[in-house]
């Protein structure tokens, strides 16, 4: 079935540090995908998404392209900030074979620290 | 983008009770609605798939007698957790979609069963 695997947390970084989020994926249709993040306590808020190959999605300075050849979706940002500290979900939805359920990867905690 | 209220945001409850979460879409129509379970610093989990006007799709381990989804309208669907046990407190999430656009999350409900 339909899977996402992302790096594992958590990611510590210090202020103004480039991050990357690896997120890779496997999918018998063609997805479409998602980041989301999560800070304490709260729901899900959609980041960026991407719908076809080539696609780059982009959010508050975050940005991830959909790699069909590598199955990646790979999140990134050039200088982080404390306030991005928060656990982010890669997510992929299968439109056309996944029944329209969204399936998350585990998630990867950041701090960013001053 | 699109917005899903759940209710309530917390609730308490002692064991042997019932309790019944909220999803509404706010302003769309979701002609289907999925429940999440997720666990202290993990992903989500998803529960169930539920379309308007049929019975829920339950993922395989998720007992249907124990977690009822009704999803009676195109903007509402409940989930009723009855004769909770301490071991169903969890953060509980909802999201609803429209047929073949992104899907939209609830800010998910803390359930505490003492």
């Not at chain 2, 759940?6 to 042997?16: E, N």
């Not at chain 2, 302003?27 to 379309?51: G, I, V």
């Amino acid at each position: 079935g339909d899977s996402v695997t992302q790096m594992e947390g958590p990611v510590t970084l210090s202020e103004e540090a480039f991050l990357t989020i690896n997120c890779t994926y496997t999918a018998t249709g063609y997805p479409s995908l998602f980041w989301y993040v999560q800070y304490p306590g709260e729901g899900l808020q959609l980041l960026l998404k991407a719908t076809k190959a080539d696609d780059k999605g982009s959010n508050k300075g975050f940005e991830a392209t959909y790699r069909k050849e590598t199955t990646s979706f790979h999140l990134e940002k050039g200088s982080v900030q404390v306030s991005d500290s928060a656990v982010y979900f890669c997510a992929l939805r299968d439109f056309n074979t996944g029944g329209f359920k969204t399936i998350f990867g585990a998630g990867t905690r950041l701090f960013v620290k001053a | 983008g699109a917005v899903v209220s759940q209710h309530p945001s917390w609730v308490i409850c002692k064991s042997g009770t019932s309790v019944k979460i909220e999803c509404r879409s706010l302003d769309f129509q979701a002609t289907t609605m999925f429940w999440y379970r997720q666990f202290p610093k993990q992903s989500l989990m998803l529960m169930a798939t539920s379309n308007e006007g049929s019975k829920a799709t339950y993922e395989q381990g998720v007992e249907k007698d124990k977690f009822l989804i009704n999803h009676a309208s195109l903007t509402l669907s409940t989930l009723t957790v009855t004769s909770a046990h301490p071991e169903d407190s969890s953060f509980y999430i909802c999201s609803a979609a429209a047929t073949d656009t992104e899907a939209f999350f609830g800010q998910g409900t803390r359930l505490t069963v003492v």
